[in-house]
């Protein structure tokens, strides 16, 4: 599930080997928010750890700046999700000739947003502990405790979020598209129906005629803060369904070891604000 480019890394091992190791502390670079989070629980104060998309931008749509540049040469980590969730990060770590371990998290689908999954990113933990273990050895102890702790943590959150949904698990509901299938498995959820199969293709018109149809008997319909979509209004015309807005990126949290429960625990607010 997990793989380095320039040193194979598993959850059963990792060999990467650096000189960086001997420095106090290490520069690791994020793609989204949500990981940058996951690095920063088990991290800590260990680390300077930056960030390439914004939380208000969406990975896919992502362009390089001339000023990240320097971030993806100055790294001697990058973690990030597989390509199809940011398919231009990888040609820009290529092109720039990083020489950076990189730490590649794989998707069960090109889809699917699996950190908003609390079961994905308790394993991710481990990864990320492990690498980072591998990069910095005299750390190493403090990095697995902050990972157990960190995995202690969020497996509590999702236990609480089941249970606050719990009253809403049997209604459906629609998303702007087809990214919230971990997220429904991990909190025993109706699976949603998604406007867009996918961010690249274009709902056409049966297909929005056909969402329309389940929308009547639906209790929610939820756009996406990433995206400013008219498909939304489209479907829900006239209908009784409530509305709502999913930030699955947490575009409004303070980045750091916080921001991943806290944006977990807004998706989960807005659920049930909307279905119940």
């Known amino acids: 599930m ?11 091992s990792c060999f990467c080997t650096t000189a960086w190791a001997q420095q106090p502390k290490l520069d690791i670079l994020t793609d989204i928010a949500p990981v940058h989070s996951l690095v920063s629980m088990v991290a800590g104060e260990q680390a ?20 990240q540049v320097q971030s993806i040469q ?20 290529d092109s720039t000739q990083s020489k950076a371990t990189v730490l590649t998290i794989a998707q069960s689908s090109e889809e699917s947003h699996d950190w ?18 591998s990069l910095d050895e005299a ?7 902050q990972a157990t ?34 997220f429904a498995d991990a909190f025993d959820l109706q699976a949603p129906t998604a406007i867009a199969q996918s961010d690249a293709r ?24 990433q ?13 009784d369904i409530g509305h709502g807005i999913l930030d699955p990126l947490g575009s409004t949290i303070p980045l750091g070891a916080d921001h991943y429960p806290l944006m977990m625990k807004n998706l989960v607010d807005e659920l049930q604000r909307c279905m119940g």
């Open 2 to 12: 997990y793989y380095c480019k320039r040193a194979l890394f598993t959850l059963l």
């Open 48 to 67: 300077n750890i930056d960030l390439l998309v914004q939380p208000n931008q969406s990975p896919h749509n992502f362009v390089l700046k001339p000023s």
């Open 74 to 93: 100055r790294a001697q980590l990058i973690i990030i999700l597989e390509s199809d969730v940011s398919p231009a990060i990888l040609q820009y770590v």
């Open 116 to 133: 908003l999954s609390p079961t994905h990113a308790i394993s991710w933990l481990s990864a990320i502990s492990e690498v980072l273990s």
């Open 139 to 145: 750390n190493a102890q403090r990095y697995a405790q």
């Open 149 to 182: 702790h960190a995995q202690n943590t969020l497996h509590m959150l999702q236990q609480q979020l089941k249970a606050q949904l719990g009253p809403v698990k049997d209604k459906s509901f629609i998303v702007y598209h087809d990214a919230y299938t971990q």
């Open 202 to 225: 274009t709902p056409g018109a049966a297909r929005l005629l056909k969402v329309r149809k389940i929308a009547q008997q639906s209790a929610c319909i939820f756009a996406e803060a």
């Open 227 to 239: 995206h400013n979509d008219g498909y939304i209004d489209t479907v829900s015309e006239g209908l």
